[in-house]
């Protein structure tokens, strides 16, 4: 995600970390070159393009930005339901803290199990989400005999919350909470299981090719008719104008394949990193240990 002070009006002009300039430089090259091309060869032959109406062109860029700007919004709404998804998994690990602290005041490897645990699970679904080895991310948050089960379990986030729910179960039998606390701590596993579940969705159900494919395309035929149509009346402004309608309309699809998927590296993805982090220090810090790791900050303006 880009952190960084909003620029001034010169600075605009300038500002590539975090822009969707860099991932379209390719497209706009290609369109203004043709451009180019197509006003030099006007200027060469003078009645080689008729002068063509712009209204064929306003409609068909207002049908494109309409739907254009729906898929944005689209892809905007998954980025930040992953976002509050992650929300509501912090304030869980915060809950458990708070009450696991308070309840169990004199079992401190229970509660130490139970907050590692939920620290791993942070760090682990970040890891599960970005496509690297869950395994590898749960392992120094878990008892030896758990992180030993890790390599041969489908769902190694959801046999942690299992572990957890039994140290609870444990105490519940032997009478040290009743079943109204018991059912409030397990809801907060159950908050988190919510969480990891809505967070799956989002990542294994990207938004229907077709409906990509087709704006893609779109966009395309667009941009490569514009100075077709216009080198006949704008002349030398060509592939100005051009080069500007193609930042919008390249940048608006590059943005929402941007969105569709939050849970990258890339610069306007979720920071991941740094909410893991923030679970690690809430947790440990209830615990009453000193040594914590500093948050994470942007590197470059980019937070991971």
Excluded at 57 to 71: N, P, Y
Excluded at 99 to 109: I, N, R
Excluded at 215 to 242: I, S, Y
């Amino acid at each position: 995600m880009i952190l960084r002070p909003r620029p001034g009006p010169l600075g605009l002009l300038f500002v590539l970390r975090g822009s969707i300039v860099p991932r379209i430089a390719g497209r706009l090259a290609v369109i203004t070159g043709l451009a180019t091309l197509l006003t030099l060869a006007d200027l060469r032959f003078p009645q080689l393009f008729p002068q063509v109406t712009a209204v064929p062109f306003t409609f068909m860029g207002l049908a494109l930005s309409i739907f254009l700007g729906f898929r944005t919004n689209t892809c905007y709404a998954r980025w930040w339901e992953a976002r509050g998804l992650w929300g509501r998994l912090v304030i869980a690990a915060r809950d458990m803290a708070r009450e696991a602290t308070a309840l169990f005041p004199q079992d401190a490897a229970l509660r130490r199990r139970l907050l590692y645990r939920l620290a791993g699970f942070a760090r682990g679904l970040a890891a599960q989400l970005r496509g690297e080895d869950v395994a590898a991310a749960l392992r120094p948050w878990l008892p030896p005999e758990e992180a030993a089960a890790l390599p041969a379990l489908r769902n190694p986030l959801q046999a942690v919350l299992r572990a957890c729910a039994a140290d609870l179960a444990a105490r519940r039998a032997a009478g040290q909470i009743g079943e109204v606390l018991y059912a409030r701590l397990d809801g907060h596993l159950a908050a988190l299981t919510e969480a990891q579940t809505g967070c799956e969705r989002i990542r294994n159900t990207p938004a229907p090719f077709a409906y990509w494919l087709l704006l893609n395309r779109t966009a395309w035929l667009f941009c490569l008719l514009l100075p077709f149509g216009f080198v006949g009346t704008l002349g030398l402004a060509t592939p100005v104008v051009v080069a500007i309608l193609a930042y919008t309309f390249f940048g608006l699809d590059e943005l929402a394949d941007e969105l569709e998927e939050p849970f990258g590296r890339a610069a306007n993805d979720l920071p991941l990193d740094a909410l893991a982090r923030l679970v690690e220090i809430d947790l440990r810090e209830a615990l009453g240990e000193t040594d914590l790791p500093a948050p994470l900050h942007p590197d470059k303006f980019l937070l991971l």
